[in-house]
Structure formats: C-alpha cells, structure tokens
T-cell receptor, first 112, second 114 residues
Framework: AQSVSQHNHHVILSEAASLELGCNYS??????LFWYVQYPGQHLQLLLK??????LVKGIKGFEAEFIKSKFSFNLRKPSVQWSDTAEYFC??????????FGQGTTLQVKP | KAGVTQTPRYLIKTRGQQVTLSCSPI?????VSWYQQTPGQGLQFLFE???????NKGNFPGRFSGRQFSNSRSEMNVSTLELGDSALYLC?????????????FGPGTRLTVT
C-alpha cells in the first residue's frame, strides 16, 4: 500500500537550533517527493520537491531535503530555525500523477 | 499570476443537506485535485480532474463527486451530508513541470456540518 510516515508529530525547538524532520514512504515505482508547509492561518505552500537527479534538494527559506532511495526516506533539514518557522510540515509522495499521498504532518514550535 | 481561488471560504450546513464547492485553478493549469483535511485523518485525496475528465479517485463514498468545466474550473459536491464530513476541503492546481507535477493549493473551504 502507498503510504507516507512522518516520525515526529510535535517538535519544539529554540531559535537557532538545527531541525531535521523524518519522512519515510512506501510507494512502488518512480516517485516524486515533496515537503509542504502550512503556517498558522495560511494555506499549504510548496517548500521543496524532488523529481530526479541530485538527491539533495534546496527549497525556500533555507530548507533542504535529502532523498535516500535505499532507505525510502526524504528528510527535511534546516541548520538554524527561526520563530517564523513555526508551522505544520507535511511530507508527500506521488508517482507521475496528480494524486498526492500525505504524511500525518509534524507541528513545529520554535521558541524565541 | 493569481493563485488558486476557492469559494465559499466558510460554510455551515445541516446533516442531510448537500453542498457544492468551487475552485478556480491558476491560469493555464488544466488539472485540479481535491483533498479533505481533518485533524484525525489528515490530508486525504478525493479526486483529480484533467481536461474535464476524472483521472484519479480516492477512497471516498459516492456521495462525494466532482466535475471540471472547459475553462478548468472545478466543483465538488457532497450529497446527504454527515457530521463526519466537517473538514477543510482543499483544491490544488497542478503544473506539469520538468520531471513531474507540482501542486499549488488554495486557501480551502471550511465546511461545518451540524
């Protein structure tokens, strides 16, 4: 069955701490991988994506993610978080279609 | 370019009623997908439309239906509403990029069923 698992449901960090959010997927065939962010009161925004090529992808606001095919993982990282990064983060996977399968989401709270 | 627009933004309905939600994709995008977001189930795929044809469907009962018009605008309909249908309904506009599809989400319609 196709699925996405996000390891952490709720993460609390202090400003300037490093962030890593885990994401593992189960999906047959070619995968496209995404991280979306939902800031309080705002709609889902695309943070970054992986289609093919370099497994280390960079997104907006200093975020990056690494695709490790052997581990079926696509973890999100940021070296130094800011209070404004407080949001909910969703990992998602799809094949070459418009059907996204989302993880349950990780709520990140950054303390100033 | 204007983003994805969804109307109405908020809706309150009574059990047994039906509801129609509307989505206008980003100009030039021909594919629209719909998702349901709830605290318990998270984000779940409802269906995808491309060129007025349903291309993919999620695991929802037949009470949930949709359609797409020739201008790419899409509507989804839920008939015989149940309390459990209370959710944020999101529409995503799809861009065919090099290597895959990117989806851009609208603000959603918050449906409350009483």
């Amino acid at each position: 069955a196709q699925s996405v698992s996000q390891h952490n449901h709720h993460v609390i960090l202090s400003e300037a701490a490093s962030l890593e959010l885990g994401c593992n997927y189960s999906y047959g065939g070619t995968v496209n991988l995404f991280w979306y962010v939902q800031y309080p009161g705002q709609h889902l925004q695309l943070l970054l994506k992986y289609f093919s090529g370099d497994p280390l992808v960079k997104g907006i606001k200093g975020f990056e993610a690494e695709f490790i095919k052997s581990k079926f993982s696509f973890n999100l990282r940021k070296p130094s978080v800011q209070w404004s990064d407080t949001a909910e983060y969703f990992c998602a996977v799809t094949g070459n279609t418009g059907k996204l399968i989302f993880g349950q989401g990780t709520t990140l709270q950054v303390k100033p | 370019k204007a983003g994805v627009t969804q109307t109405p933004r908020y809706l309150i309905k009574t059990r047994g009623q039906q509801v129609t939600l509307s989505c206008s994709p980003i100009s030039g995008h021909r594919s629209v997908s719909w998702y349901q977001q709830t605290p318990g189930q998270g984000l779940q795929f409802l269906f995808e439309y491309f060129s007025e044809t349903q291309r993919n469907k999620g695991n929802f009962p037949g009470r949930f239906s949709g359609r797409q018009f020739s201008n790419s605008r899409s509507e989804m309909n839920v008939s015989t509403l149940e309390l459990g249908d209370s959710a944020l309904y999101l529409c995503a506009s799809t861009l065919r990029a090099e290597g895959g599809y990117e989806q851009y989400f609208g603000p959603g319609t918050r449906l409350t069923v009483t």
